[in-house]
């Protein structure tokens, strides 16, 4: 997963653990990992939403002052699937006990 670099301090210091993104089918799995700077993503959960279900406490824990800035950076590509990834920041060198 990449992150705008305006988020990824957010999610290093595991204050955003939630995106929203807009795709033709999921790019990712639950319990992948994915590089992030020094660390990595793992991915926790993949719920298909609505846009409609896109609220302004959403848009805020994913790191956006609203929700049509996050509407603005979740659309990648022609997707129109919408899907709420829940995960977390494993920093370098870490060892991710939520995988025991």
């Given amino acids: 997963m990449v992150f705008a670099k305006q988020l990824r301090e957010g999610v290093r210091r595991g204050r955003i653990r939630c995106s929203v993104r807009i795709w033709q089918h999921p790019k990712v799995k639950v319990g ?5 700077d020094e660390g990595h ?5 993949i719920e ?3 846009k409609r279900q896109i ?5 805020r824990e994913s790191g956006f002052a609203s929700v049509k800035d996050l509407l603005e950076m979740a659309q990648h590509g022609s ?3 919408v899907f709420l990834i829940r995960f977390h920041y494993l920093p370098p060198g870490a ?3 939520m995988d025991r």
């Fill in 95 to 97: 060892w991710d006990t």
């Fill in 32 to 36: 992948g990992r994915y590089a992030m």
């Fill in 79 to 81: 997707g129109r699937n």
């Fill in 55 to 59: 609220t302004r406490d959403l848009a």
């Fill in 48 to 50: 298909p939403i609505t």
């Fill in 41 to 45: 993503i793992v991915v926790g959960s």
